[in-house]
C-alpha cells in the first residue's frame, strides 16, 4: 500500500497569499496518478487536480498541481475567501487507491 | 445537470448488513465513459476508496474491504448500490456515491450520507 504524507497539516495564510501544500509518497506513483480534492465543511470533497497537474473542469487557473515519483504539490497562486477549507491527494496508480490525511488550510 | 443522491438506512447493528443505494439523474450509468462507485469517510477523519464498477459489468474493490462488499448495478433504474457485510463500528461513516472518471479516480460526488453501526 502506498501512504501519501501531507503537509503542513495546517497551513495558516491570508487571502492574496500563496498557498503551497504538499504530498509525499512511500514509493513512486505509477504515471503520476495524483489527484487533489478540496472539502469544505459538511460538503462532498471536489476534484480539483488529476493526473498530477490537469485541472478538472470549472476550477479556477489559480489552481495548478505539479511533481512526480514521490514528490507532488499543490499550489493556490493567490488564495480567495472561498479557498479556505481541508484539502486531500490521492493517488490512484497501485492496486489499492490511496488518500492522504489532507492538510487544513485555514485564515490568519 | 449530474445529481447523485444516497439513501438508505442511518443505523445497522454491529454484524448486519449495510445497504445503500446511489440514484444518478442527469447521466446514464451504462455509459462507457465513466467508471460508477463508492467512497466513505469516518467522521472527522481522512477519505477511503470503496470499489466502482464499469458498464460493462467489471467491478474493482479496495482489496482490504474486497471480502465484505459487494456493488451492484440496476440500470432500468439508473441506480447502483453498496453492500457491506459483518460491519462493526469501525465502518461507521458518511458514504458517497460519485462518478469516477477513471476506475479508482472520483470526479463528481453525490452529498453522502452518514451510517451509524451501533446496537
Known amino acids: 500500500e502506498i501512504v501519501l504524507t501531507q503537509s503542513p497539516a495546517t497551513l495558516s495564510l491570508s487571502p492574496g497569499e500563496r498557498a503551497t501544500l504538499s504530498c509525499g509518497a512511500s514509493?513512486?506513483?505509477?504515471?503520476?496518478?495524483l489527484a487533489w480534492y478540496q472539502q469544505k465543511p459538511g460538503l462532498a470533497p471536489r476534484l480539483l487536480i488529476y493526473?498530477?497537474?490537469s485541472r478538472a473542469t470549472g476550477i479556477p487557473d489559480r489552481f495548478s498541481g505539479s511533481g512526480s515519483g514521490t514528490d507532488f504539490t499543490l499550489t493556490i497562486s493567490r488564495l480567495e475567501p472561498e479557498d479556505f477549507a481541508v484539502y486531500y491527494c490521492?493517488?490512484?496508480?497501485?492496486?489499492?487507491?490511496?488518500f492522504g490525511q489532507g492538510t487544513r488550510l485555514e485564515i490568519k | 445537470q449530474l445529481q447523485l443522491q444516497e439513501s438508505g438506512p442511518g443505523l445497522v447493528k454491529p454484524s448486519e448488513t449495510l445497504s445503500l443505494t446511489c440514484t444518478v439523474s442527469?447521466?446514464?450509468?451504462?455509459?462507457?465513459?465513466?467508471?460508477w462507485g463508492w467512497i466513505r469517510q469516518p467522521p472527522g477523519k481522512g477519505l477511503e476508496w470503496i470499489g466502482s464498477?464499469?458498464?460493462?459489468?467489471?467491478?474493482y474493490y479496495n482489496p482490504s474491504l474486497k471480502s465484505r462488499v459487494t456493488i451492484s448495478v440496476d440500470t432500468s433504474k439508473n441506480q447502483f448500490s453498496l453492500k457491506l457485510t459483518s460491519v462493526t463500528a469501525a465502518d461507521t461513516a458518511v458514504y458517497y456515491c460519485?462518478?469516477?472518471?477513471?476506475?479508482?479516480?472520483?470526479?463528481?460526488w453525490g452529498q453522502g450520507t452518514l451510517v451509524t453501526v451501533s446496537s
Open positions: 464498477f464499469y458498464y460493462s459489468g467489471s467491478t
Open positions: 493526473d498530477a497537474s
Open positions: 460519485a462518478r469516477h472518471y477513471r476506475r479508482e479516480l472520483p470526479d463528481y
Open positions: 490521492q493517488q490512484y496508480g497501485s492496486s489499492l487507491s490511496t
Open positions: 514509493q513512486s506513483v505509477y504515471s503520476s496518478y
Open positions: 442527469g447521466a446514464s450509468i451504462s455509459s462507457s465513459s465513466y467508471y
